[in-house]
């Protein structure tokens, strides 16, 4: 019997995919490497229309495979289906889905595709519970070493105005600082090199659970601790809650990346008020200076949305002029996309097409920032953690703040950290060799 994932969204998606393959491998499935397979499993996003209808069209396509493999089941799970209405939608749309399943609903999986095996019985599950419980122990397939994903809280409470998370996540809710400590520390011994922490909002890691010493800045820290060769990674932070003593932590320790994700979607305040994001530009502005002040080499990236209800042309150019500022080591640019049930889809919305021209300039602007600061990483040397092998004999790995290297080198070394000259870059890519340099 064989599984195939289709996983869309972000990292939080990635890693929840890994839970999904192992509940299946309990089951007895392996996973496929063709389009033979028993079981598919859709680990969607709805972040914005274009993941959603992507998705619904790949959907679309099992129509003629399961009319001609009746007992292909069909799982879909995860964000898409939590919002309103969207399950019946999706089975009135596609009556031929076996099982759906929200992204606070994945333990129900085994259970679901036994009962429909043994009774025939489909399992509809996506109650959007105000605060599912926490469940430890979850078993991981992964398959990313030696990387690793370690989800420390779930949910999110901010509510911005653009943003379906809240709404098909739930509320904010933190595991227990020794779970993530032992699980961190399992996954080292294991051999692991890279731990990336995952939460919607890092920063407020511990709000919700009543012990003021379980805070993000102490977490990072008894994290930093373990002893090893392995670095450790966050994402994502949120500008209103990253504080200095968090900062001050991630400059201490070399175990900690010099890396922060810190997304800041606007440059104008009207907007950044409209969106609910409590923090003006700055404040933005003035967390940059403080990162830079204590870090001077501190890759950081962000997130940016064009389009927003209300944006004139003015708003936009402060969003362009703050780009320039801060002059980010990458940014990943979006079209804003309203999601039905929040507040920014009830606003009036701005035509296509100037969203559109705005995002082209936006990343017109963002890609000549990118290539100046490729430009000065040339002849410099970077500890990089080798990831991956590439085509050609060769590989590829990250930078202490998070920039990706390709070089020649044996697929022994994926792994292990080595010294990497940088001989050439190309907008948005690094190229080196390895050195006995530091
Ligand atoms: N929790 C993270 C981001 C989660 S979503 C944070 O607070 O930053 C990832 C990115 O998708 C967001 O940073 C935002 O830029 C973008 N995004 C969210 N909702 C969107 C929407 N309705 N339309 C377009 N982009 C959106
Ligand atoms: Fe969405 Fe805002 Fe929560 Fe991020 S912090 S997941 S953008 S509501
Ligand atoms: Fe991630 Fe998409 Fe859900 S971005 S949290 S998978 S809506």
Same mark, same amino acid.
């Given at each position: 019997?064989?599984?195939?994932?289709?996983?869309?969204?972000?990292?939080?998606?990635?890693?929840?995919?890994?839970?999904?393959a192992?509940?299946?491998e309990k089951?007895g499935?392996? $996973?496929?490497?063709?389009?033979?397979?028993?079981?598919?499993?859709?680990?969607?996003?709805?972040?914005?229309?274009?993941?959603?209808?992507?998705?619904?069209?790949? %959907?679309? +396509?099992?129509?003629?495979?399961?009319?001609?493999?009746?007992?292909?089941i069909?799982?879909?799970?995860?964000?898409?289906?939590?919002?309103?209405?969207?399950?019946?939608?999706?089975?009135?749309?596609?009556?031929?889905?076996?099982?759906? $399943?929200?992204?606070?609903?994945?333990?129900?999986?085994?259970?679901?595709i036994?009962?429909?095996? @043994?009774?025939?019985?489909?399992?509809i599950? @996506?109650?959007?519970d105000?605060?599912?419980?926490?469940?430890?122990?979850?078993?991981?397939?992964?398959t990313? *070493?030696?990387?690793?994903?370690?989800?420390?809280m779930?949910?999110c409470?901010?509510?911005?105005?653009?943003?379906?998370?809240?709404?098909?996540?739930?509320? #904010?809710?933190?595991?227990?600082?020794?779970?993530? %400590?032992?699980?961190?520390?399992?996954?080292?011994?294991?051999?692991?090199?890279?731990i990336t922490?995952?939460?919607?909002?890092?920063?407020s890691?511990?709000?919700d659970?009543?012990?003021?010493?379980?805070?993000?800045?102490?977490l $990072?820290?008894s994290l930093?601790? /373990?002893?090893?060769?392995?670095?450790?990674? =966050?994402?994502?932070?949120?500008p209103?809650?990253?504080n200095?003593?968090?900062?001050d932590?991630?400059?201490?320790?070399?175990t900690?990346? +010099?890396? /922060?994700?810190?997304?800041?979607?606007?440059?104008?305040n009207?907007?950044?008020?409209? *969106?609910?994001?409590h923090?003006?530009?700055?404040?933005y502005?003035e967390?940059?200076?403080?990162?830079r002040?204590?870090?001077?080499?501190?890759?950081?990236?962000?997130? /940016? *949305?064009?389009?927003?209800?209300?944006?004139?042309?003015?708003?936009f150019?402060d969003?362009?002029?703050?780009v320039?500022?801060?002059? =980010?080591?990458?940014?990943? @640019?979006?079209?804003?996309s309203p999601?039905?049930?929040?507040?920014?889809?009830? *606003?009036?919305q701005?035509?296509?097409?100037?969203?559109? +021209?705005?995002?082209?300039?936006?990343?017109?602007?963002?890609?000549?920032?990118?290539?100046?600061?490729?430009?000065?990483?040339?002849g410099?040397?970077?500890?990089?953690?080798?990831?991956?092998?590439? #085509?050609?004999?060769?590989?590829?790995?990250?930078?202490?703040?998070?920039?990706?290297v390709? =070089?020649?080198?044996?697929?022994?070394?994926v792994?292990?950290?080595?010294?990497?000259? %940088? @001989?050439?870059?190309?907008?948005?890519?690094?190229?080196?060799?390895?050195?006995?340099?530091?």
């Amino acid at each position: 019997m064989f599984y195939k994932i289709n996983t869309y969204g972000c990292q939080m998606n990635v890693h929840e995919s890994e839970r999904i393959a192992k509940s299946l491998e309990k089951l007895g499935y392996t $996973l496929a490497n063709d389009d033979n397979y028993d079981i598919i499993v859709f680990n969607t996003c709805c972040i914005r229309d274009t993941a959603e209808q992507k998705i619904l069209g790949h %959907i679309g +396509k099992l129509k003629k495979i399961k009319k001609s493999n009746p007992k292909l089941i069909i799982a879909i799970v995860g964000c898409m289906t939590g919002q309103a209405g969207k399950a019946e939608e999706l089975l009135k749309k596609y009556p031929f889905i076996d099982i759906v $399943l929200g992204a606070n609903n994945l333990e129900e999986l085994e259970y679901a595709i036994l009962n429909l095996q @043994t009774r025939h019985k489909k399992t509809i599950l @996506t109650p959007n519970d105000e605060k599912p419980e926490i469940i430890e122990n979850i078993e991981y397939s992964r398959t990313s *070493m030696p990387n690793a994903w370690v989800n420390i809280m779930y949910g999110c409470n901010n509510f911005c105005t653009y943003c379906i998370v809240p709404f098909v996540r739930g509320r #904010e809710r933190s595991r227990q600082p020794q779970a993530i %400590i032992s699980e961190c520390e399992s996954l080292i011994k294991e051999g692991y090199k890279e731990i990336t922490l995952l939460g919607q909002n890092v920063n407020s890691y511990g709000n919700d659970l009543d012990d003021e010493n379980i805070n993000f800045a102490n977490l $990072l820290e008894s994290l930093a601790q /373990i002893p090893g060769d392995h670095r450790i990674r =966050f994402m994502t932070s949120h500008p209103k809650d990253l504080n200095e003593k968090v900062i001050d932590i991630i400059a201490k320790y070399d175990t900690l990346c +010099k890396n /922060i994700h810190l997304p800041i979607q606007s440059g104008s305040n009207k907007i950044l008020k409209d *969106m609910n994001r409590h923090y003006t530009r700055e404040n933005y502005l003035e967390i940059v200076k403080k990162i830079r002040e204590k870090m001077p080499l501190c890759g950081i990236t962000t997130d /940016i *949305m064009v389009g927003f209800p209300g944006e004139s042309e003015e708003d936009f150019n402060d969003t362009l002029d703050i780009v320039r500022q801060v002059k =980010f080591s990458g940014a990943f @640019t979006y079209i804003y996309s309203p999601r039905k049930g929040t507040k920014a889809s009830l *606003m009036e919305q701005i035509p296509y097409e100037i969203k559109s +021209k705005r995002i082209q300039k936006l990343i017109k602007e963002q890609n000549q920032i990118t290539k100046s600061l490729s430009k000065s990483y040339e002849g410099n040397v970077y500890r990089v953690l080798v990831e991956d092998t590439k #085509e050609e004999g060769n590989l590829c790995g990250r930078t202490d703040c998070g920039r990706l290297v390709t =070089f020649s080198g044996s697929s022994e070394l994926v792994g292990t950290f080595k010294n990497i000259l %940088i @001989t050439k870059s190309q907008s948005a890519s690094l190229f080196g060799r390895i050195t006995e340099e530091k």
